[in-house]
């Protein structure tokens, strides 16, 4: 036999390539649920680690595995390919078809199997948002399907939300990106596959009584159809600009995606003044890595992403197209004036990264009550009197001192009063 794979897994070797996947014996196997598929698919357990194997050409399981890992690659939101095992010969001589080999994805489920369940409205229209949000995503990065299915996707908890996860690339092209026709050819196909795996499941007395196959499917298009066009509309803002894109970056947030730049066009016509917002969507994961780059702040992955869409609405507002000029003017001007206004006394309450975003935070709150962005002095001035106050140390709870360079002051500037007094007047 031939392996073929990036990081071979030596227990790989101790499997019986010389049989028929479909003989394989018991002591290999491990029993998980798993959704209809045209060719021979079973789940192994070696030290610790589920794989699926997979019965398929040999051109097939190659151009399944590059695609894979390219979607790797990209933080596609998809299986790992691990291996293609060819060559492969029986006892008596008989040639094998190869198999592909993936990681299983640990705590998923499929969704036909979820579906076979009795399952509560919420929880199925959590479900089905998942599922249109794995479209979306798979779109957005250029990815054709071609075979979405209840079968083809699985699912898993991610704290406290639902995620969904590609698990068959077989029909799948990568594009740099795709045509609204390409888009909907995807999509009516999911439609299709939707509805006739939703009637499988109802005539074989598996679907919930109050479940309706032809609205499973419909919902699964025109949730896509609504996140897409959040995701992608260019908005008109003709005032308030800052809270506008607050609010804008907010709704993609609450939906799970994160904002990595946004786009702004300035149209002046009739002496009114016109800003078109556009957001650049991306997966979490590199929040952390991009503000570390632009200020050298060490943040959290949430707080960094607080602390960016900041920094983006003030690069906007400065109309300023150099992003490390821009970022470092916000670093200079706005966050570290933030951050010296605080009295010296109530420095440990609050680490700075967190103590900048649970004030913008405020900001947000002040602002949705009066109606209008109150600015940042404001905010400070009420954050400071009215919340941290009254918050216990947090260098006492955590058990160390908090650094004064983190803090943004050192002993000799302490008493000193903040560069930027409107902060604390």
Known sequence: MRITSALVDPALLDLPWSTPLEEWPADHLVALPQGISRHVVRFVKLQGTVYAVKETREKIAEREYDLLRALERISAPAVEAVAIVADRVALDGEVLEPVLVTRHLQFSLPYRALFSHTLRPETMNR???ALAALLVRMHLLGFFWGDCSL???LFRRDAGAFAAYLVDAETGQLHLRLSPGQ???DLEIARTNIFGEALDLQAAGLLHEGIDPEHVSDEVVRRYETLWHELTFEQAVEADTRRQMDKRIRRLNELGFDVEEVSMSVVEEGGHRTVMLRPKVVDAGH?????LR???LDAEENQARALLNDLDAYRAESDMPDEAQAAHRWLTEVF????RAVPPHLRGKLEPPELF????EHRWALSEQAGRDLGLAPAVQSFLANVLIHRPDEQAVL??????DMLMSSDDDEDEAPEDESLVD
């Open 183 to 185: 888009r909907g050819e």
């Open 151 to 153: 079968s083809n996707t």
């Open 287 to 291: 929040h952390t890595r991009r503000l």
């Open 336 to 339: 570290e004036p933030v951050i």
């Open 127 to 129: 479900l089905l948002d």
């Open 294 to 296: 632009l200020t050298g």
């Open 399 to 404: 058990g160390y001192e908090v650094d004064d």
């Open 357 to 360: 975003v649970q004030i913008i």
